[in-house]
């Protein structure tokens, strides 16, 4: 018994011409106006790790970038920081 062989109607793997033409395509970024780069952190107070006995580098030397504490903007931008009964108050 004979069975009759697939035939592909067109060439499976031809070579698509659209990865073979250049970018004709002008990109244009605007720059909005609206956006404030300013960064006031007048009002953040940032904090070092937690500083442990025995330990190779001082914790209170490394400073993390998400490690801070953002004051209410309503009262002003802080002025002073200080130590009180080994709690920090800042205004």
Known sequence: M???AFVQPEELYRY??????YDKSNPII????EIDY???LSTR???SEIKSNDENIDSWSIY???NYIDVDR??????????????????
């Open 2 to 4: 004979v069975h009759s």
């Open 16 to 21: 698509n011409t659209v990865y073979g033409t």
């Open 30 to 33: 605007s720059e909005s106006t």
């Open 38 to 40: 300013h960064n006031d």
């Open 45 to 47: 107070v940032y904090n």
């Open 64 to 66: 993390k970038s998400n």
């Open 74 to 91: 309503r009262y002003g931008e802080l002025t002073n920081i200080v130590n009180f009964k080994n709690t920090l108050v800042f205004w």
